[in-house]
């Protein structure tokens, strides 16, 4: 009787520590899964603060919601035009669009569409607010900019951190698609973590065809037009 009483015992001891070990792998588990989703979570946050801070410069007048053009004042006709036409290629397409009804010195301190640092004329380059004959000259004075680092660097000659940081706003260096760091590529107006992946992901690029058909599966043809002009191939 003893020996029965004492193999009862022993495999109710049994019993009850295998349940105390496996709740001890559950909890473990569920530990890792919570410290996967708080780890998401924070990624979520970051990616969210990002956008915020990305939002606080001059509005990208390809980018900038309805709410965000009126909020500037803009006529609501003419807001409607803008979300019409756009995406706009040059920035002196949407100068022209906007004629010469309004301060244009004023509204460029609120809204721009980048110039693209090889190609624009030094001329245009005088409707950025703050810059003039001289600082324009400058800007083409350095060409071909291999990255946006460069014009940081040979600018920063010129004035402070605070106003190479607020041109940055009003200009953008193409990046070459097979060797471009992820840094510069991030540069570019309106690209952020996602989609500086996803143009990462398909190296190496052999033609524009091959960056339209793979880029165009994540965004629609109007910000696809945009985002090809950021970008080239070397032959």
Do not use: W
Not at 34 to 45: G, L, P, R, V
Not at 149 to 168: H, P, W
Not at 202 to 211: D, E, K, L, V
Request: charged share 30%; glycine share 4%.
């Amino acid at each position: 009787m003893r020996k029965f009483t004492k193999l009862i015992f022993g495999a109710a001891i049994l019993s009850i520590t295998m349940i105390a070990c496996q709740s001890k792998k559950e909890e473990k588990k569920s530990d890792e899964v919570n410290a996967e989703q708080t780890a998401s979570e924070i990624k979520e946050t970051e990616n969210v603060s990002e956008e915020k801070t990305e939002s606080k410069g001059v509005l990208n007048a390809n980018l900038a919601t309805e709410a965000d053009l009126n909020s500037i004042g803009l006529a609501s006709e003419m807001v409607a035009q803008i979300l019409e036409k756009r995406p706009f290629l040059s920035m002196m397409d949407l100068d022209a669009l906007l004629g010469s009804g309004v301060d244009k010195e004023e509204l460029y301190k609120k809204v721009f569409i980048p110039f693209n640092l090889n190609t624009t004329a030094e001329a245009d380059f005088k409707i950025i607010p703050g810059v003039g004959d001289r600082m324009a000259h400058e800007f083409e004075e350095y060409r071909p900019y291999t990255s946006i680092q460069q014009f940081k660097r040979e600018i920063g000659k010129y004035v402070d951190e605070d106003e190479v940081a607020r041109y940055l706003n009003y200009v953008f260096v193409p990046v070459e698609l097979n060797t471009a760091s992820e840094d510069d590529i991030k540069a570019l107006p309106g690209v952020g973590n996602r989609i500086a992946h996803e143009f990462e992901e398909y190296r190496p690029y052999t033609s524009m065809a091959q960056f339209r058909k793979e880029i165009g599966k994540y965004v629609d043809d109007k910000e696809l037009a945009r985002l090809e002009r950021f970008v080239y191939l070397n032959e």
